[in-house]
Each structure stands twice: as C-alpha cells, then as structure tokens.
Nanobody
Framework: QVQLVESGGGLVQPGGSLRLSCVVS????????MAWYRQAPGKQRELVAY???????DYVDSVKGRFTISRDNTKKMMYLQMNSLKPEDTAVYYC????????WGQGTQVTVSS
C-alpha cells in the first residue's frame, strides 16, 4: 500500500522558516508530478506548489518568492522550504501527486503565530 508521510511542521513566529519533508513508499516516484497542499481550518484543501520529474516548479501566488519545493528521486523524498512565514500560512500541509493521487497521509501542522 502506498504511503505518504509528512513531517517538519511546528509552531513558528511570523517571519520564521520551516522545512517540510515528505517520504513516499512507491518505486515509481521519480516519474510523477508531485505537489504540496495545505488545508486551513474551515477552508478547502489547496495546492501550494508542484514539481515535475525534471524539476519544473510552480507555486500558488500567495507563496511565490517565499516557498521552494524540491525533490530527491533517489531517496524518494520531497521537500518544502518555507521562509518569511505569515499567519495565513497556518494549515495542515500534505504531499501527494499533482495529477494522480494516492491515499492522503496525516499531514503536518504548521502554525504561524506570535
């Protein structure tokens, strides 16, 4: 069974940084577009950033210039470096495919607050 496990969240002050990690269990990781999503309380889950197998990336406008998505196909891992965090970035963050989805993991909570 495919597993996606997110980690790295926490409580951080506005302006701070966090690095999220995602480890996946399927062998074909390297051929898929992958993405980070987030879901804030009372809101729908939204795509935050995605990365293709050749490392083309794109971001939702609200995080452009602050977040960086990356992947390590050898380790079957994906990362989200988040800088200049804002209170509105508070959410549970998930990793999954961009056009093909597996079962959602537990996510990792990011709270930005002073």
């Amino acid at each position: 069974q495919v597993q996606l496990v997110e980690s790295g969240g926490g409580l951080v002050q506005p302006g701070g940084s966090l690095r999220l990690s995602c480890v996946v269990s399927f062998r074909e990781f390297s051929i898929f577009d992958m993405a980070w999503y987030r879901q804030a309380p009372g809101k729908q889950r939204e795509l935050v950033a995605y990365i293709t197998p050749i490392r083309t990336t794109d971001y939702v406008d609200s995080v452009k210039g602050r977040f960086t998505i990356s992947r390590d196909n050898t380790k079957k891992m994906m990362y989200l470096q988040m800088n200049s965090l804002k209170p509105e970035d508070t959410a549970v963050y998930y990793c999954n495919g961009r056009t093909h989805w597996w079962n959602w993991g537990q996510g990792t909570q990011v709270t930005v607050s002073s």
